[in-house]
């Protein structure tokens, strides 16, 4: 029994929208039932790539784009006016940029709310304008080499709820009218985005997730200012250069921030020359005075994931530091040529944390660090984290050497509340523990901390054992 053909009509175009587009217009040959029902899957998906991949045991295909655009004509003109709930695009140089305003315009017509558009044109491509006043999108993905001077004009999308820019150019002035014309926006994710003004200001009352990705971008300008008014925000993703100042910083209800500032190799020395008192703050890059006002916005934030270039900018706000009341899992993520200046400060304010992620224990060695290692001997060292809170570890890339389970028995020796500690090792470490001094090592730091504060702490290794 053909147990699909009874199914209703409705299920088995839902089924359909799971498949790729040319995927599901294979299906149509069927029977006459199956082609009828194809014209109404309210997903289509094309990718030039995928059409016009080759067929393992097959000659090997000469790349068509005409087929391609003959493809998605016919799939659109069978389809006619009918609803569509999602359409993705995704081609490259070669397709006519006449037939992708077209197919576009079409499917804004028919009232499709996701679309999400991957156009690599060699040339200067600019959207038609119907994208920028639709009034059905609520999901808008963009990405690469567009350029959105046409926002500029008149720009109105109040159904939008996510936008994602990847790649495109932003006019002077256009943030903030984009912004203002997505009154319903919830979710803006902006990965290469090139500024192309030096103050910047991201205002909504609504936003509760923002990505800045600018890893890789090589951006117009350096920004002067960076504000955020963004009360209702509960996640942040920044990875940018240091701008050189953040006048307003106000996220009200954060849960979850990661930052991961983009440091030149002369701004870190700048950084350690100041904390020794080899510079004066004024012949110095100006961001490094300020990166404390970005760090106190973040006060009420429940998980912060810092890296390596942030924690070293952070030695320079620990006069300033903010107390964390609301913190409960910090994560860092250490490199070699990085410091821990700021770990003592940093976790001393934060009163009420449960979970410490280290990736990578081994850092630059500086005399302000010895309080959270031992890399320098200090006979108080132990005193100033005594009354830190932690009660889970958990430590990454973990290389199995003495000097890393040294650190590993400091740890147990100043984190006094600690139940639990996980040890992930590295993936190249075929055993962690093979060599016999390293097992008795880790045997004795055990019974030591277990012994002396009269509790029981579970360690957990995984890994390439």
């Known amino acids: 029994m053909d147990l699909f053909s009874s199914l209703p009509d409705d299920l088995l175009c839902h089924i359909l929208s799971f498949l790729t587009t040319k ?14 029902l194809f014209a109404f899957v309210p997903h289509l998906e094309f990718d030039d790539s995928v059409f016009l991949h080759q067929v393992e045991g097959k000659p090997e295909r000469v790349r068509n784009p005409q087929s391609f655009m003959d493809f998605v004509d016919r799939v659109l003109t069978l389809q006619s006016d009918s609803p569509i709930v999602k359409f993705s695009l995704k081609c490259k140089t070669g397709v006519d940029s006449d037939h992708v305003d077209r197919w576009i315009c079409n499917v804004l017509k028919r009232g499709v709310s996701d679309l999400d558009l991957f156009i690599d044109f060699r040339d200067l491509y600019w959207l038609p304008h119907d994208v920028g006043v639709s009034r059905t999108l609520v999901e808008l993905r963009l990405a690469s080499e567009f350029d959105l001077y046409w926002w500029e004009k008149d720009i109105c999308l109040p159904m939008l709820k996510t936008l994602v820019l990847d790649s495109c150019g932003l006019c002077i002035g256009l943030f903030q009218i984009l912004l203002s014309a997505c009154p319903a926006l919830e979710e803006l994710d902006m990965t290469n985005t090139r500024w192309r003004e030096s103050n910047v200001t991201v205002s909504s009352q609504i936003l509760k997730e923002l990505t800045i990705d600018l890893h890789g971008c090589g951006s117009l300008v350096i920004l002067k200012s960076l504000s955020f008014d963004a009360p209702s925000l509960v996640y942040f993703y920044y990875c940018d250069s240091l701008a050189e100042d953040y006048p307003q910083v106000n996220f009200e209800n954060l849960v979850e921030a990661q930052i991961n500032l983009l440091l030149t190799q002369g701004q870190i020395e700048q950084v350690r020359a100041l904390n020794n008192e080899m510079l004066i703050v004024d012949d110095v890059f100006p ?105 889970k570890l958990q430590i990454y890339e973990f290389g199995g050497t003495i ?59 995984r890994g390439p054992l």
């Open 23 to 36: 995927e599901a217009a294979l299906t149509s040959v069927l029977s006459q039932r199956w082609r009828n």
């Open 287 to 391: 961001g490094l005075g300020n990166a404390w006002k970005l760090i106190t916005g973040l006060r009420n934030v429940q998980e912060l994931y810092l890296s390596p270039d942030t924690l070293e900018v952070l030695s320079r706000c620990c006069e300033a530091m903010p107390v964390f009341n609301n913190l409960k899992l910090l994560s860092i993520w250490s490199d070699m040529t990085r410091g821990w200046q700021a770990m003592p400060v940093l976790l001393r304010n934060c009163p009420h944390l449960e979970t410490l992620m280290i990736e990578g224990l081994l850092h630059y060695v500086t005399d302000q660090c010895g309080y959270v290692c031992d890399c320098i001997s200090r006979e108080d060292k132990v005193r100033p984290l005594t009354s830190c809170p932690v009660k």
């Open 403 to 461: 000097r890393e389970l040294e650190m590993i028995m400091h740890f147990l020796d100043v984190f006094r509340c600690l139940k639990e500690m996980e040890i992930y090792a590295h993936e190249g470490i075929p055993t962690l523990f093979k060599d016999p001094k390293r097992v008795e090592l880790v045997g004795k730091m055990m019974s030591f901390y277990n012994k002396l504060w009269t509790c029981d702490v579970q360690l957990l290794v």
